[in-house]
Structures are given as C-alpha cells and as structure tokens.
C-alpha cells in the first residue's frame, strides 16, 4: 500500500483516537463539523482535493455513529470531477450516507451516466459499482438500456462485465418491473456461464440465478451450460485453476453458485444431462473422502461448503436414493466431528434429509447421536439443530423415545426455545400416539414442566383430543384429578383440568377419592388464585357439575352467589355468574341436561399447532413441518395412487379401440360380459352385490373382482376367493394388440416383513399370447400374518421384438382375508367393551369424499369383508359389523362402527380388533374411502 | 429482496463498530439497532461455538481474527461454510494490502477498506474471488492516486494544518 492519501484526515483520526473521554470526542467532533461546514460555505476557491478531505472527515464522522446533515451537494461535486481518487470518495459518500435519500437523487444519476458513458473502464466500473450497492427504482428506470449492453457487448473488458452483472442483479432486486430486459439478450446471457473468464461466470451465475426465479423458461438452457461447466470444473485438478483455487479446492464460489442454480429446476429431462450432472454429485461425494490435501481450515470448509450444496441440490432433486443415503452417510460422519461448525451444519441438513422418503429411514439411524447431541452440546444454536432434526426424523417408531427425550431436555432447555419445544412435544405426541393415554399423559407432564410456555393452541388442542377421543375420557379425568391434587399447579392445568372434569368428572365419580364434592372442592381451591380468564372457565366448570352431580348443585349455586362473582368487578365473571345461578334455579333437570351436553366432538382440520410452528418460524418451519408427514405418511398409502395413476397415463385408447376389453368400473362392461366372447374376462359372482359403480381409490378394496392393470398393450384382470386364510386367485392377461406377445415372464416381488407374512404360490404364466386372446395364471396366496405393504409385480414382455417392463402393485390388501361374521347386539357389546385395550382401538374422524349415500356405505361395508348388523346401533343412520381376519397362526375378531354425520359432511369410524396394531390398519384403509 | 449477502459488520472485542456495509435499505436507526444487538450477541459467545448463529429470520456467520469480529448476515439457506471462507478471503485481502493487517489500519484507512470490498463484493453477491485481480484493482487505483496527489501537493497539508 501507498503512504498516507490525506494527511489531514490522519491526523484527525490520530486526534480523535487520543481524547480520554467521550465528552472531548464529542468537542473535536463539534470542532471540526464547524470547521468544516465554514469551509464549505464561505470558500468558493475549494479546490477537489480538499473538498474530497472534508467529505472524507464527514464519512469517518458518520461512521462513528453521528448524524451528518451537510456536505452531500460537495459529495456529488466530486462525482464530476475528472480526478479518479475524487469521484471515489463521491461515490463512497453517497453509497455509506445517501442510500435511500431522494435528495439530488436526478443529479447522481446524472453523474453516473455521464461516467457510464465516459469509456473509461475505470470511471465506468466506479459508476457501476455505486448503482450495485444502492441502486434504486429510479435508476433501474434510467439504466435499463445502457448496462445491458455493457454486459453483453463483445468490447467490454472482463471486470466491467463483472460489475454490469451485479448491477443488473441489484437493479433486478430492487425493481423487476422497471428493469425490462430484452428476450433477445437472453441467450447472450445464458452463455456468460460459459465465460473464460472465471470472475465473469462466478458474477454471472448470481444475475441468471435471479432471472430464473423470474422466469424460468426462458432461462431453461442455462441448465445444461451449468452442469457442463461444474463437470469440467469438479472433475480437474485443483491446479488447473491458478489463482480461482482456493485452498486447494477449484473455484468453490462458481461451484457452489452453479449447484444453487440447479436448485431452482426439477432434475434435467434429457438423460445425458442428468447422467452428467449425477457424476459430479458422485465426484463431490467421493472427494469429501478423499485425505485433506491441507490441514488449514480454510480447505475443508471450502471442500464441505461445495459438499453441503452438492447436498442441498440431492434433496431438491429428491429421486437419486442412491446420492440420498450417501448423502445421509457423509454427514452421519460430521456428526461425530470435531469441528462445532460442522456438527451443526450436519445437523442443519439431516433435517431435509429426514423429509425424503428415500433417506427417512437412513436419517434415523443416527438417533442415538442426535439425542447424546442435544444432551452434550455446548452451544444452544447447535442444540436447537438437534431439536429440529429429532422432530424432523421423528415417525411411528421412534415417537415414544424422541418425545422422551425432548421432554427431558426441556427442563433445562434454553428459555428462547422453550415454546417451540413445547409445540414440537405437543405435535409429535399426537400425531404418532398409538394409545392416547400416553399422549395424555405426555400432555400433562408437559404442561407441569414448562406450563409458562404452553402456548393457547397448546391445551385447546389437549382438549379437542379429549372431547373427540371417547375412550380416554374416563383416563383423562383421572389423571387430571391427580394433577390438580398437586399443591401448586401451574394455571394452564388448572384450565384444562377443570375443562375436563366439568365435561367427563361424572365418569370418576364412583371412586370414593374423587366424590363429586371432593373434584369440586379441589376446583375450587385453586380458585381465587386465578386470573379472570381461567374463573370465567371454571364458573362453567361449576356449571356442568351441577348437571352432572345435582348433590352439590346447592354449594355451587353458594359459589354463584357469592359476592365476589355475582358482584364481580369484572363484566364476564358478573354475567356468567348471574346467568349461571338464574339457569341452575329456573330450569328442569332435562332442560339443564340439554343446555349443560357434553361437548360434541370437533370438526377434524389442521392442527393448530402446526400453523402455530409456522408462525413462529415462518422461513424454516414451514417446510420441515409439513414435509415429514407428507413422507411419513407416504408408505402405506402411495401404493394404491401409484398403481392408478400408471393406469390412467396408459388409458384413453382402451375404450374405442375394441369394445371386447372392457373395465369392470363402468355400468357398459356388465353387458358386455354378458355376451361374453372369448376374449373378454370371465363374468364374475361375488358374493357381495356386483356395486360396480361404488367409488374407490384402492383397486379390489371392495371387489373380488378388478382390472389391476392396463395399458395400450395389455389389460390384467384378477378374480379372488376366499378361504379362511388362503386365497385362490387367478390372474387374467388380456392382448389389446393384433400381433403376439411372447416371452412372458412375472414375479411377485415380495420385500421387508411381507416376506414372511404372505406366501405364494402362483402357477407359472404361459410365455405367449396370441392377437386379441387371454390367458390365465391361477394359484394361493396364504396369509401368514396381517401384513402392512403391497406386494409388486414385476412382468416382461416382447411386442414386436421390443422388450416391455411393467412393475405394478398388486392391490392385495389385508381385509380379502377376513370372513364376515353375525351376531345379536348382545354378543356384539360384549365383545365390543372386551376389546378396550390400548392398541385395540382405532378411531378417525374424517371427511366425506363421495356422497353421503347409505347405500353406497352399506355395499362398501360389505365387500370390504365384514357384516353389516342392523338393529344394533339405536341410530339407524349407523353401521356396525364383525368380521374374523385369518391369518395362518391366528384368528382375529374385527367389529367396527361407522357414524355419518351429514351436516357436518363427516364421518366416525371406530375399528377395535383382538390384535394390537390390526383396528390401525384398517382405519388406514378406509379413511379416504366414504 | 433476497441478496445473498445483507450485511457485514466489522467490530473491535470492545464492541467498536470499524467498518459496516449494508446490502439491503435500511433506516440508520434500525442499522444502529441492529448492530447494538448484534454486537452484544456475538461478543457473549463462547470460543467454542459454532460460528453460525440464528437470529431473527437471519443467520448470522462470524469469526474473529486477533482483536476484530468480521460478521455477515446472510438467508438461512444461504451456504454458511462458503461465508465463512469469504470473510476470510476479504482478511487476506486485507493482510496482504496493508501487510499483516492490524485494527489501526482499518480505522486510518477505512476508504481503502471500502474500495476492497467493492472489488471483492459486490451488491452483496461474490464478483471476483481471484486475490490477484482484487489486489491488482486497488494497486492500478493507488497508482492513479500518487499520480494525481504529485500533481496538486499542497504545504499546508503537508504540514498537517489544513
């Protein structure tokens, strides 16, 4: 560097370094403003030398934290100066101080373009560089012509290009719609990535970065100018770079910009590409194996910076489950890693990680780690991480543990995270609870620990699981009972407490500990210690009990009475006490039972909670949210959607090419079978009623009969009957075409636990099918055990020379193995309040789909197995039913009811069956069906 | 707006702002307030923490060097690793322009400190990650700087006393 530029201005700063105290700063400060500001008003000889001195005093001033309201016409003075060093200190004046000032605001611009025009490239960039770092409406207006072509112009030199293309970026920013590019630079600009010079491409790819945002069609050939040049970049030596190596590592800002680029596309189309592109990902993943080349710092974080984008563009493009779980393996590796920085950016991506269905399960392996992490980290931001990934990675399995350790964390979990733990906890234990007592029980413990901050959606939703679960009533009053015996109770449980026992206290009632008396006295004691808000509550409370025990209705209606609620200073207790006490004197005992109900059951919708999370974490949230249901979810129920959509791609010449091959879905193909030739499939009597019209998202649900595949090429057709546990099935494969079908080979692909819990035993298929024919493959599928997953298909074939492939899932669900089974309403009961154990009971309120119609719901009941028992349930609206579920090893009773309510468009349905896990399935099963 | 870069402040283990830039418009008050906060967040954190902090929709990337806290707000998604290697890119920078760079060179040459950022950052987004051209662009301006001081010298200024 060169001596000293402004004497003066050293000299200002030594002066002001050497005052002792803030009070003669402040006095030098004074001093030299004053000197200035005459300077400026008395001396019109001021040469730009010293104009650019005092402007620079003034910056240094501002800088240190005081207010200048002066100096800024000499500030833009030197903007026309023709000295370098003077328009620079303009330019950095108005850049630091007048950034969003509109002063003068037409006279900078002025001076800008006259510098933009000047064909310096010195002055030009000055000019460009003060646009890119305050640019506003204004100048994107007065621009929009000129720096384009200075980036796009064959003469422009490499650092102005550089400076156009972060002027444009910020231009862009500030102002999209002022900004008007020229579709016809749009390839011009594409091609900038493909620029020698590697400062042109790494500021160009920020520029296209953004454009494609905006629009990105027009930008798609960028794509493969992108891959091409991150392949040529990961797959040299780092010597090859000179000096855009950094550490080692070849241009890891170009590198990385280029993979956030990408990030902005689905996976490339073209198969070349694509291949290309998962080569480069595979080479980033093999170097962050290979032994560092350095042992500074700066070379890993610069490898691990170009690895973790590498990352983040696998889990964008979320279909290589290979690259995923090699993803996942790597930072499994950094969560054991000495480097803080590198365990919470593990952390930080195991979370996305954790949403993918192809990871999900590689993800959770690292539990124990994640746990010992929130249990031993030092820093709280690398904790929260641990958090984040628990709640992320967290599904059915592992539910019971990870709350349990949440829980436990969050006694001494940093204040700042306290709530969005608590919602976290509350979520997580609601949505994988399989027996709701646990939740409960959770929900307390919770509300105990860190009642300060559960949140109000918190414990409205602890009670809209109560109102809406009637097997945990009689629980939940117990153990709220049991926590307000404590001798201090935080006031959120006092508020679900007293909810709860003044809907469901009757149900413990009989236990001499919780007498009526006893509950209400226990209420009551907490009762003055309460805010307004709560005494409102629990004046209800007090209301319900005299419903529900009409022996205290006596000492509630003194609690009414009482001055301090019937003369209450606060308007609502007042009038809920008057109104309260007027009611309880006035009304009937059957009046009061209608007014004073138990609480009908919610409406099922979001939780609150999760719209809760998002608010309070509005970037992060709201996809680590949402995403891991979508893929927690996803197993059980993307076999039948996946089946039918390959359906529905392959479908629209089926019906006009031939009439012979019809489906079974439609009213015309019954007639058609009724003449059947002998191409068509076999008619079908199934002992339920044909329903052929009945609506279903899952083939063969209903029917003993279904097409489970179809295409241009082929329909497959299955026809199944039961047996106790074994099912004969046969399997009809029909040629649409007028030529042959040879060389036809099938599996059944059975994987994980299916393996053991089914068997086959399949006839082999014959290898040829003539023009317009069918064959038949018959043979048993035993049950071993109540299986969860679909069974694949896999089936080959040549048509024509061209070898075919077709995997599908075949539509065997669980319920073609159970028998239907009758009964009177006594044994039903009977066996009904037997089954009361937690795991036995399944129960979901969901919405309509299809229209509410009787009949429909009775002929689905049917077909799917089990009976429909009338007279059993006191509301004919209603459906009960029983049926026996074979396996191999065991019988299992299965007795469901389903409750339509056709004003709110929902239904109930509560499966209980004798095996733990069974009612869950077929819950699953038919959730979506009514 | 969505800049990759929002901010970067440099301070002193004293909490003494030297250098700010701002990528996105904010009111001075707001900068002061965001910088009083800030300050004393990353100053009460601990040697071995991780550099990357949360704060507000925000994340914070830092990392100190002797006596100074070079610190850059960036979008949570943004690549913290990377920021981190840029704030160390701009010391070298630094080091090498000023030779072994200490806090006292930024405070009497903060123009020149802000000339290297431009040359390095711009409107919040990397432009030049080459060592070479940055330093070659500021030597090219001091050349031009000698150039037009040999022109206009004044004694007074010389002496000090304007």
């Given at each position: 560097?060169?001596?000293?530029?402004?004497?003066?201005?050293?000299?200002?700063?030594?002066?002001?370094?050497?005052?002792?105290?803030?009070?003669?700063?402040?006095?030098?400060?004074?001093?030299?403003?004053?000197?200035?500001?005459?300077?400026?008003?008395?001396?019109?000889?001021?040469?730009?030398?010293?104009?650019?001195?005092?402007?620079?005093?003034?910056?240094?001033?501002?800088?240190?934290?005081?207010?200048?309201?002066?100096?800024?016409?000499?500030?833009?003075?030197?903007?026309?100066?023709?000295?370098?060093?003077?328009?620079?200190?303009?330019?950095?004046?108005?850049?630091?101080?007048?950034?969003?000032?509109?002063?003068?605001?037409?006279?900078?611009?002025?001076?800008?373009?006259?510098?933009?025009?000047?064909?310096?490239?010195?002055?030009?960039?000055?000019?460009?560089?003060?646009?890119?770092?305050?640019?506003?409406?204004?100048?994107?207006?007065?621009?929009?012509?000129?720096?384009?072509?200075?980036?796009?112009?064959?003469?422009?030199?490499?650092?102005?290009?550089?400076?156009?293309?972060?002027?444009?970026?910020?231009?862009?920013?500030?102002?999209?719609?002022?900004?008007?590019?020229?579709?016809?630079?749009?390839?011009?600009?594409?091609?900038?990535?493909?620029?020698?010079?590697?400062?042109?491409?790494?500021?160009?790819?920020?520029?296209?970065?953004?454009?494609?945002?905006?629009?990105?069609?027009?930008?798609?050939?960028?794509?493969?100018?992108?891959?091409?040049?991150?392949?040529?970049?990961?797959?040299?030596?780092?010597?090859?770079?000179?000096?855009?190596?950094?550490?080692?590592?070849?241009?890891?800002?170009?590198?990385?910009?280029?993979?956030?680029?990408?990030?902005?596309?689905?996976?490339?189309?073209?198969?070349?590409?694509?291949?290309?592109?998962?080569?480069?990902?595979?080479?980033?993943?093999?170097?962050?194996?290979?032994?560092?080349?350095?042992?500074?710092?700066?070379?890993?974080?610069?490898?691990?910076?170009?690895?973790?984008?590498?990352?983040?563009?696998?889990?964008?493009?979320?279909?290589?489950?290979?690259?995923?779980?090699?993803?996942?393996?790597?930072?499994?590796?950094?969560?054991?890693?000495?480097?803080?920085?590198?365990?919470?950016?593990?952390?930080?991506?195991?979370?996305?990680?954790?949403?993918?269905?192809?990871?999900?399960?590689?993800?959770?392996?690292?539990?124990?780690?994640?746990?010992?992490?929130?249990?031993?980290?030092?820093?709280?931001?690398?904790?929260?991480?641990?958090?984040?990934?628990?709640?992320?990675?967290?599904?059915?399995?592992?539910?019971?543990?990870?709350?349990?350790?949440?829980?436990?964390?969050?006694?001494?979990?940093?204040?700042?995270?306290?709530?969005?733990?608590?919602?976290?906890?509350a979520?997580?234990s609601e949505?994988?609870a399989?027996?709701y007592k646990w939740y409960l029980d959770i929900m307390l413990k919770l509300i105990r620990i860190?009642g300060?901050?559960v949140?109000?959606?918190v414990w409205y939703r602890v009670i809209q699981v109560v109102v809406n679960r009637t097997d945990v009533q009689s629980y939940a009053a117990k153990i709220a009972f049991e926590a307000l015996q404590a001798p201090a109770c935080h006031e959120n449980m006092i508020k679900v407490a007293g909810y709860i026992l003044g809907e469901y206290g009757n149900l413990i009632a009989l236990d001499?500990r919780s007498i009526p008396m006893i509950q209400f006295d226990l209420i009551h004691s907490k009762y003055?210690l309460c805010?307004?808000?709560t005494?409102?509550l629990l004046?209800s409370t007090y209301?319900k009990f005299?419903?529900l025990f009409?022996?205290?209705?006596?000492?509630?209606?003194?609690?009414?009475?009482?001055?301090?609620?019937?003369?209450?200073?606060?308007?609502?207790?007042?009038?809920?006490?008057?109104?309260?006490?007027?009611?309880?004197?006035?009304?009937?005992?059957?009046?009061?039972?209608?007014?004073?109900?138990i609480m009908?059951?919610?409406?099922?919708?979001?939780?609150?909670?999760?719209?809760?999370?998002?608010?309070?974490?509005?970037?992060?949230?709201?996809?680590?949210?949402?995403?891991?249901?979508?893929?927690?979810?996803?197993?059980?129920?993307?076999?039948?959607?996946?089946?039918?959509?390959?359906?529905?791609?392959?479908?629209?010449?089926?019906?006009?090419?031939?009439?012979?091959?019809?489906?079974?879905?439609?009213?015309?193909?019954?007639?058609?079978?009724?003449?059947?030739?002998?191409?068509?499939?076999?008619?079908?009597?199934?002992?339920?009623?044909?329903?052929?019209?009945?609506?279903?998202?899952?083939?063969?649900?209903?029917?003993?009969?279904?097409?489970?595949?179809?295409?241009?090429?082929?329909?497959?057709?299955?026809?199944?009957?039961?047996?106790?546990?074994?099912?004969?099935?046969?399997?009809?494969?029909?040629?649409?075409?007028?030529?042959?079908?040879?060389?036809?080979?099938?599996?059944?692909?059975?994987?994980?636990?299916?393996?053991?819990?089914?068997?086959?035993?399949?006839?082999?298929?014959?290898?040829?099918?003539?023009?317009?024919?069918?064959?038949?493959?018959?043979?048993?599928?035993?049950?071993?055990?109540?299986?969860?997953?679909?069974?694949?298909?896999?089936?080959?074939?040549?048509?024509?020379?061209?070898?075919?492939?077709?995997?599908?899932?075949?539509?065997?669900?669980?319920?073609?193995?159970?028998?239907?089974?009758?009964?009177?309403?006594?044994?039903?009961?009977?066996?009904?309040?037997?089954?009361?154990?937690?795991?036995?009971?399944?129960?979901?309120?969901?919405?309509?789909?299809?229209?509410?119609?009787?009949?429909?719901?009775?002929?689905?009941?049917?077909?799917?197995?089990?009976?429909?028992?009338?007279?059993?349930?006191?509301?004919?609206?209603?459906?009960?039913?029983?049926?026996?579920?074979?396996?191999?090893?065991?019988?299992?009773?299965?007795?469901?009811?389903?409750?339509?309510?056709?004003?709110?468009?929902?239904?109930?349905?509560?499966?209980?069956?004798?095996?733990?896990?069974?009612?869950?399935?077929?819950?699953?099963?038919?959730?979506?069906?009514? | 707006?969505?800049?990759?870069?929002?901010?970067?402040?440099?301070?002193?283990?004293?909490?003494?702002?030297?250098?700010?830039?701002?990528?996105?418009?904010?009111?001075?008050?707001?900068?002061?307030?965001?910088?009083?906060?800030?300050?004393?967040?990353?100053?009460?954190?601990?040697?071995?923490?991780?550099?990357?902090?949360?704060?507000?929709?925000?994340?914070?990337?830092?990392?100190?060097?002797?006596?100074?806290?070079?610190?850059?707000?960036?979008?949570?998604?943004?690549?913290?690793?990377?920021?981190?290697?840029?704030?160390?890119?701009?010391?070298?920078?630094?080091?090498?322009?000023?030779?072994?760079?200490?806090?006292?060179?930024?405070?009497?040459?903060?123009?020149?400190?802000?000339?290297?950022?431009?040359?390095?950052?711009?409107?919040?987004?990397?432009?030049?990650?080459?060592?070479?051209?940055?330093?070659?662009?500021?030597?090219?301006?001091?050349?031009?700087?000698?150039?037009?001081?040999?022109?206009?010298?004044?004694?007074?200024?010389?002496?000090?006393?304007?």
């Amino acid at each position: 560097m060169r001596g000293d530029a402004m004497r003066g201005l050293a000299v200002f700063i030594s002066d002001i370094r050497n005052c002792k105290s803030r009070e003669a700063e402040l006095r030098r400060i004074n001093k030299e403003l004053t000197n200035i500001r005459q300077r400026f008003r008395a001396d019109k000889t001021l040469d730009g030398y010293q104009k650019k001195k005092y402007v620079c005093k003034l910056l240094f001033i501002f800088l240190l934290g005081h207010d200048i309201d002066f100096g800024y016409m000499e500030a833009v003075n030197l903007l026309s100066s023709n000295k370098y060093t003077e328009k620079q200190i303009g330019y950095l004046f108005i850049s630091v101080i007048m950034n969003s000032s509109t002063e003068m605001k037409q006279l900078i611009i002025q001076n800008i373009r006259n510098d933009i025009q000047s064909r310096n490239p010195i002055f030009i960039n000055l000019a460009l560089q003060c646009v890119a770092n305050i640019g506003d409406k204004e100048m994107a207006t007065a621009f929009t012509q000129e720096i384009p072509r200075l980036l796009i112009s064959g003469d422009t030199i490499d650092p102005v290009k550089q400076s156009a293309a972060l002027c444009l970026l910020r231009l862009h920013r500030t102002s999209p719609e002022s900004l008007q590019l020229n579709t016809e630079w749009t390839a011009r600009i594409i091609h900038l990535l493909n620029d020698q010079h590697l400062g042109v491409a790494t500021a160009a790819v920020s520029l296209i970065d953004a454009l494609v945002k905006r629009n990105p069609d027009e930008y798609k050939g960028c794509v493969n100018l992108a891959v091409s040049r991150l392949s040529r970049i990961v797959t040299s030596s780092y010597t090859d770079f000179q000096d855009y190596t950094y550490y080692f590592v070849p241009a890891p800002w170009l590198c990385v910009k280029l993979l956030r680029l990408l990030q902005n596309y689905p996976p490339p189309d073209d198969a070349s590409v694509r291949s290309r592109l998962n080569e480069c990902l595979d080479t980033i993943l093999n170097k962050a194996q290979e032994p560092l080349k350095s042992k500074k710092v700066q070379h890993s974080n610069a490898r691990n910076a170009v690895l973790f984008e590498a990352i983040n563009l696998i889990i964008h493009m979320d279909c290589e489950s290979k690259l995923l779980v090699r993803a996942c393996n790597q930072l499994g590796q950094f969560l054991l890693n000495r480097e803080t920085n590198l365990r919470y950016l593990a952390l930080e991506s195991m979370c996305l990680l954790a949403t993918s269905e192809f990871s999900h399960d590689a993800v959770k392996k690292h539990q124990e780690t994640v746990i010992n992490a929130l249990k031993s980290e030092r820093d709280v931001s690398v904790r929260q991480r641990a958090v984040d990934l628990l709640y992320a990675m967290c599904d059915r399995s592992n539910a019971e543990d990870i709350v349990q350790e949440m829980l436990t964390y969050l006694e001494t979990a940093d204040y700042t995270i306290r709530e969005e733990m608590v919602l976290k906890i509350a979520i997580l234990s609601e949505k994988y609870a399989i027996d709701y007592k646990w939740y409960l029980d959770i929900m307390l413990k919770l509300i105990r620990i860190a009642g300060d901050f559960v949140s109000e959606e918190v414990w409205y939703r602890v009670i809209q699981v109560v109102v809406n679960r009637t097997d945990v009533q009689s629980y939940a009053a117990k153990i709220a009972f049991e926590a307000l015996q404590a001798p201090a109770c935080h006031e959120n449980m006092i508020k679900v407490a007293g909810y709860i026992l003044g809907e469901y206290g009757n149900l413990i009632a009989l236990d001499p500990r919780s007498i009526p008396m006893i509950q209400f006295d226990l209420i009551h004691s907490k009762y003055h210690l309460c805010s307004t808000t709560t005494r409102s509550l629990l004046l209800s409370t007090y209301m319900k009990f005299i419903n529900l025990f009409p022996e205290i209705k006596q000492y509630v209606q003194d609690i009414l009475r009482h001055d301090s609620n019937y003369r209450s200073s606060d308007v609502e207790i007042q009038q809920r006490a008057t109104e309260y006490l007027r009611l309880s004197e006035i009304c009937s005992a059957t009046v009061l039972a209608t007014v004073l109900e138990i609480m009908p059951p919610y409406p099922e919708k979001q939780s609150p909670l999760l719209v809760r999370l998002k608010q309070k974490k509005p970037l992060t949230e709201a996809e680590t949210s949402s995403e891991p249901f979508a893929a927690t979810t996803a197993n059980p129920e993307d076999g039948p959607k996946l089946a039918e959509s390959t359906i529905h791609l392959n479908q629209p010449v089926q019906q006009q090419q031939n009439g012979l091959l019809l489906s079974f879905d439609t009213l015309e193909s019954n007639n058609s079978f009724n003449d059947a030739t002998s191409y068509s499939l076999p008619s079908i009597s199934s002992p339920a009623p044909t329903s052929s019209t009945l609506q279903s998202a899952k083939k063969l649900l209903f029917k003993n009969s279904d097409i489970i595949f179809e295409n241009d090429l082929l329909q497959i057709g299955i026809k199944v009957e039961v047996a106790k546990h074994i099912l004969g099935v046969e399997f009809y494969y029909g040629n649409k075409t007028n030529s042959n079908l040879t060389n036809i080979a099938n599996t059944i692909k059975v994987t994980g636990d299916l393996e053991s819990d089914i068997r086959f035993n399949i006839e082999p298929i014959k290898t040829g099918i003539d023009p317009k024919a069918q064959i038949k493959q018959s043979g048993t599928i035993e049950c071993l055990k109540e299986f969860q997953e679909l069974p694949i298909i896999n089936l080959s074939f040549y048509y024509g020379n061209v070898l075919q492939k077709v995997d599908f899932l075949f539509p065997l669900y669980v319920n073609k193995f159970i028998e239907r089974a009758e009964m009177d309403s006594n044994s039903f009961f009977l066996r009904w309040r037997n089954l009361d154990k937690p795991g036995q009971e399944c129960q979901k309120i969901f919405p309509a789909k299809y229209p509410m119609m009787h009949d429909d719901c009775r002929q689905k009941l049917e077909g799917f197995g089990w009976s429909n028992l009338t007279g059993i349930d006191v509301n004919a609206d209603n459906f009960c039913g029983a049926g026996i579920l074979h396996t191999a090893s065991q019988q299992i009773g299965c007795l469901y009811r389903l409750e339509p309510n056709k004003q709110a468009k929902m239904y109930r349905l509560t499966v209980r069956a004798s095996k733990d896990g069974v009612a869950n399935r077929l819950v699953e099963l038919l959730d979506d069906e009514f | 707006m969505v800049v990759i870069i929002q901010f970067i402040l440099l301070f002193s283990r004293q909490g003494k702002l030297r250098l700010q830039k701002w990528y996105t418009s904010q009111t001075e008050k707001s900068k002061k307030k965001i910088t009083r906060e800030l300050v004393a967040t990353v100053l009460a954190r601990k040697p071995k923490m991780s550099s990357f902090l949360e704060w507000k929709d925000l994340k914070i990337v830092y990392k100190r060097y002797a006596s100074l806290y070079f610190c850059c707000a960036i979008e949570q998604d943004d690549n913290e690793l990377l920021t981190l290697e840029t704030i160390h890119r701009y010391v070298e920078l630094l080091d090498k322009y000023f030779g072994s760079v200490c806090e006292l060179d930024i405070i009497f040459n903060f123009e020149k400190a802000y000339f290297i950022f431009d040359e390095f950052i711009l409107g919040g987004e990397i432009q030049e990650t080459s060592k070479k051209s940055v330093l070659k662009a500021i030597n090219d301006q001091d050349v031009i700087q000698e150039e037009e001081l040999e022109e206009k010298r004044s004694v007074l200024e010389d002496l000090g006393l304007a």
